[in-house]
């Protein structure tokens, strides 16, 4: 009996410190559970479209990344639109879950998975489709983004829509939760969208200088009317992020060249078009600057298949961060997979923060590792810990849950490692999670 007994407390002993940092994990979640937080990034659309656009389930869940990664995984794009389509659940039913199998092991799966599991009580890949259908769509009605999000404590939101327009002046966005970040990559890529952006002005464009004023008409209108609180830049799926200096004569040279092939049906390429698209770029971060708008820059990791990653590669950036030092720029994804590149320069720059939104779901072990290396390097204030990055709230939802693990785990090992005591810690999540957000973008 004594033997069994000393055993038992060796085998305390040796576990003792597991044991400590899993009720700091417990203590930590529990915690940030609790909170009110700020969602820096989200693609969400109305519960009015939404209702449409997503009648089942199934078309829900191949909305986001899954299609990404199911393409990735061998599944034809045919066999996505056919998910996604308006056919009968019992057709797509066998293409549904194969097209699931594949991709099961995913993270950004098993996101969805988890919130379907709580919003509906039933698993993605529960064989009683037509009961989960049942369940999904009694609460796809008006209101069940908003409910979600305040079921996360989501104090504010903020939404990019995608659509350009002069003229739509809500997007259907629910502003007791939302703001807004003004999407300006056709002004940027100009070249493709100059009859697109005449179409939204209502007018021909027959200069740079005509060009640039009704951009900045729609920056403020957007400011003003669409409570936008940030400029949003995604063009590293197009072009690369190295932005030169260009002179505005050859600026307006090429943008003379593109009006005049466009009306006579002919086009630019990008690599004609670069000094122009160049100068844009720069003309949005002097605009952002005298708007008082911090700058949502996407970098690394792509959404879709085939593209070129060296585009995105955030260290392309630091031309414009020199030179604009009064522009707050966050780089989004932590630039995944060069987090440890986009961290250093927000440790060398006080105009450069960085932005977690997406990574959580990218690799959980990733997020947690960058997140205590991040707290290691640069100061707190300079990080945004969380947005879901989604078009549904399911999505949100789920990516909340993980997030908020990640989070626990990297503060939790921070304490055990003797960093920080248990309240600095809370401090610390606190500030990631709300603080730091709700400055950034004048909350």
């Not at 009110?36 to 109305?46: C, F, G, N, P, T």
């Amino acid at each position: 009996m004594n033997k069994y007994k000393e055993d038992m407390e060796r085998v305390v002993i040796r576990h003792a410190p597991y044991i400590i940092k899993m009720k700091i994990i417990d203590e930590m979640k529990e915690y940030i559970s609790q909170l009110k937080i700020i969602d820096v990034h989200e693609h969400l659309i109305a519960d009015e479209v939404r209702i449409h656009k997503f009648r089942d389930y199934m078309s829900l869940v191949f909305s986001n990344y899954t299609g990404t990664s199911a393409v990735s995984a061998g599944v034809p794009e045919k066999v996505i639109d056919i998910i996604q389509g308006e056919g009968e659940l019992e057709e797509k039913y066998p293409l549904f879950i194969s097209a699931c199998q594949k991709i099961q092991n995913t993270v950004s799966f098993q996101c969805l998975d988890i919130a379907f599991r709580k919003i509906y009580g039933m698993s993605i890949l529960d064989e009683n489709y037509i009961e989960l259908n049942s369940r999904y769509c009694e609460k796809n009605k008006k209101d069940f983004t908003y409910g979600i999000l305040k079921q996360m404590h989501v104090e504010k939101a903020i939404n990019d829509v995608f659509d350009f327009s002069m003229q739509n002046t809500n997007y259907g966005m629910d502003y007791r939760v939302f703001e807004s970040a003004v999407r300006c990559d056709k002004f940027i890529m100009i070249h493709e969208y100059l009859t697109d952006v005449e179409k939204e002005f209502q007018r021909e464009i027959d200069s740079l200088d005509e060009l640039c004023l009704l951009i900045d008409e729609y920056i403020h209108m957007h400011k003003t009317k669409l409570h936008a609180v940030a400029i949003k830049i995604a063009v590293a799926y197009y072009r690369t992020l190295h932005f030169e200096a260009v002179e505005k004569i050859e600026a307006e040279r090429i943008f003379q060249e593109l009006s005049y092939r466009i009306r006579n049906g002919q086009k630019m390429s990008m690599k004609e078009a670069k000094p122009l698209s160049d100068y844009m770029m720069h003309f949005l971060a002097a605009t952002a600057e005298k708007n008082s708008l911090p700058i949502q820059i996407h970098t690394g990791v792509q959404d879709r298949n085939i593209n070129n990653l060296r585009n995105s590669y955030p260290m392309l950036l630091n031309p414009l961060f020199e030179k604009y030092s009064g522009v707050t720029f966050n780089l989004f994804h932590t630039g995944f997979p060069y987090g440890l590149e986009t961290g250093v320069l927000a440790k060398m720059f006080p105009n450069v923060f960085v932005d977690f939104s997406w990574v959580h779901i990218l690799s959980p072990t990733y997020a947690v590792k960058l997140m205590q290396e991040y707290l290691e390097l640069i100061p707190a204030v300079k990080i945004s810990g969380f947005g879901g990055d989604f078009c549904n709230a399911e999505g949100a939802f789920g990516h909340w849950q993980i997030a908020g693990e990640n989070i626990a785990q990297a503060i939790a090992n921070m304490i055990e490692e003797g960093w920080y005591s248990l309240d600095y810690g809370k401090q610390l999540v606190n500030q990631i999670l709300y603080d730091n957000p709700k400055a950034i973008y004048h909350l």
